[in-house]
């Protein structure tokens, strides 16, 4: 996954830096070093979709009109309190906050088991306690340690254990979608200020395939002039995905940017956008 991952990665890469020369699909080809015919089945492999159709959900028209689209369902999802609707997010995630001793003691006497994991979007760096998972994060397979340091940084008491068997059962009810199958809920143990855990809450209000603003965050969270607070709480989620800070855009359309890579961020919503696409076309391929 991860190989198939890194050159969808450095195909956005190269459209970002390329975009005023609008190159097409037999430039991107070209770039790496591979056929249409090929490069058709990588994104098919990966996404499920053409690169045609996938690139047309990264274009700053699509995210202004799925902006519009989004509000009035996020206004019902946060009326009803869910999470998200029908089969677009199959897990269940509760959230567990650290108490404030706890936060102060930043970790002091808990054991953390961590593992790497190949995932859709790159090498995964999955850290679990017994309360939870407490840390989630993407990395290129040049860079993993950086991830663990800063892992290491916020909980700097703690004792970390190389455990990948510990943390590949969480992985796989992650990225298997299981997590409803079971009926047991994943849960998040959070280290965090009580605003950015209410900013953590609201994000997890956002269904996959939809995106909202810095300004809908704020909005929903009763503090409508906190957007620049907003913005750093976003940045400092330490569970990515689950906590999906990745479908907050600017206002404007435009992607801006996210802890783990622009790139990567496009990669994300772009797979989400395919799956809600091909889920609402579903009934109309069976035809």
Known sequence: MTEDYLRIEEAIRYLEENFRDQPGLDDLAQ??????????RLFRRWV?????????????????????ESRSVLDSTYEAGLSSPGRLHDLFVNI?????????????????YYGFHD???????LA???RGICGMSFHDPS??????????ERWRNSQLVDAPQQTRAFFERIFSGSGSDEGMPLNLFLKGTNFQIKVWEALMRIPSGLVCSYEDI???IGNPGAVRAVGSAVGANP???????????????????????????KAILGWEAAQKFKYETEPELAD
């Open 31 to 40: 770039h790496l070093h591979t056929s249409p015919f090929h490069l058709q």
């Open 128 to 130: 679990v306690t017994d």
């Open 239 to 265: 569970i990515s995905y689950l906590i999906p800070c990745h479908r907050v855009i600017r206002k404007m359309g435009s992607f801006g940017d996210y802890h783990w890579g622009s790139a990567r961020k």
């Open 218 to 220: 704020a909005r929903q």
């Open 48 to 68: 499920g979709i053409s690169p045609k159709r996938f690139l047309q959900f990264l274009t700053i028209d699509y995210a202004k009109k799925l902006l519009e």
């Open 143 to 152: 860079n993993l340690e950086a991830g663990l340091a800063e892992l290491g």
């Open 96 to 112: 567990d906050a650290v108490t404030p001793g706890e936060f102060k003691s930043k970790g002091e006497g808990l054991q953390i």
């Open 119 to 125: 995932s859709p979007f790159g090498t995964c760096l």
